[in-house]
């Protein structure tokens, strides 16, 4: 019977994702995301325009729903751009 080789020993390992954030920054700050506030809103969106997860933006979910929807919102209205601006 063939011997497993041990590739899996010279792998490097992966690293964990470090939460960003312990405390979400709406419930901290007791302010409900707006659409109007494109300036904050811009922090929670990747250069690719992606609404950023929640493990990724430390976000709490009730206020990530929150997110979301003031972003779209926000797309709708033109006050934050839908996808990357081309090159």
């Given at each position: ?69 003031e972003i779209k ?15």
């Open positions: 019977m063939a011997k497993k080789k041990d590739k899996d020993k010279n792998r490097p390992q992966r690293e964990k994702r470090k939460p960003v954030n312990e405390v979400c920054p709406f419930c901290e700050s007791h302010r409900a995301p707006d659409y109007k506030d494109a300036v904050n809103l811009d922090r929670f969106v990747s250069e690719r325009r992606k609404i950023w997860s929640r493990a990724r933006s430390g976000v709490c979910a009730k206020h990530q729903r929150a997110l979301s929807r919102r926000a797309r709708h209205l033109a006050l934050l751009p839908f996808s990357q601006t081309p090159y």
